[in-house]
């Protein structure tokens, strides 16, 4: 993780790779950033709770997806069990990390497993969990959420740390209409 290169989106916008978490370049966070403003700005991160120390590494598996190892090999994270097998991976110029089969169908895309960030053109559907980060440069999941429930209503919850228990939401949309519940939540060009 120490001497690694980004992959770049064609339009060299946004990177993903490695980015250290600390001055003494210890531990390190694989995750996607803006690459083309000074700070470089992180909008994605795999392994948030568990940073990876000096010397990990990351693979893309045909059946597996993305791997992140520590030096001994021990799993920190993985993308998850692919049905189909990988045949390609891109940074698109959105900012998506896209893994794709062989018939280019989506297996497994940054932009269904959002972080604390969405990104223009992005949407979350339903069930989908946006955290904050525990701070600017502690990346572990935070006490707030935002979530459209499985009934289609947004809402947003805080969390008791370290339990993981859920609050009652202290806001709702009331996108839950018995006869037009909410779908997805779309990060929209205008």
Do not use: M
């Not at 370290?162 to 209409?177: D, K, R």
């Amino acid at each position: 993780a120490s001497n690694s290169t980004a992959w770049l989106s064609p339009s060299n916008e946004f990177a993903f790779g490695f980015r250290p978490l600390d001055e003494t370049n210890t531990t390190f966070l694989l995750c996607i950033w803006y690459a083309d403003i000074p700070d470089r700005t992180i909008v994605w991160s795999a392994n948030g709770d568990s940073p990876a120390p000096a010397g990990s590494t990351v693979l893309l598996s045909g059946t597996v997806g993305l791997v992140l190892a520590n030096p001994q090999g021990s799993e920190i994270w993985r993308s998850g069990q692919l049905s189909g097998g990988v045949t390609s991976a891109s940074l698109t110029d959105s900012g998506n990390f896209v893994i794709r089969a062989r018939n280019s169908s989506p297996l497994w895309e940054t932009f269904g497993n959002p972080t604390d960030t969405i990104l223009p053109s992005q949407t979350l559907g339903r069930g989908i969990i946006l955290s904050s980060r525990r701070s600017e440069s502690d990346f572990s999941k935070g006490r707030f959420r935002l979530i459209l429930q499985g009934d289609g209503n947004l809402v947003l919850t805080t969390v008791n740390l370290p339990t993981e228990q859920v609050n009652g939401a202290y806001y709702a949309a009331g996108t839950n209409s018995a006869t037009d519940p909410g779908t997805q939540l779309a990060f929209d060009y205008i």
